[in-house]
């Protein structure tokens, strides 16, 4: 059975939400541990924040979460092209 082909941009675009570019190519454990990771890393950062730690860790720590969300569009990407590359329409070409 064929893949259903993916557009890249439509799954970069989705990963503006974390973990939704990967459940619309159908990498739903992907897609689970990113909006898990980036929503628990931005839990834990505001809880740091509303204490004295967080005057001092604040901004490293808002850089965490903001790599990861940034990886998650550029992996969604990615791996959408990789599955473009890897169909069977392509190869016979």
Not at 7 to 34: D, E, M, R, S
Not at 51 to 58: C, D, E, M, Y
Not at 60 to 84: C, F, N, Q
Request: proline share 5%; aromatic share 8%; hydrophobic share 45%.
């Amino acid at each position: 059975m064929a893949r259903q082909r993916k557009n890249p941009w439509t799954a970069a675009a989705l990963a503006i939400i974390p973990g939704c570019g990967h459940f619309y190519l159908g990498h739903n454990l992907k897609g689970v541990a990113l909006l898990v990771s980036i929503g628990g890393f931005q839990l834990f950062d505001t809880g740091l924040d509303l204490t004295g730690i967080g005057a001092l860790l604040g901004v490293p720590l808002e850089l965490g979460p903001g790599a990861l969300w940034l990886y998650s569009i550029v992996d969604a990407y990615r791996t959408a092209k990789h599955m473009e590359g890897d169909s069977p329409a392509s190869a016979g070409a």
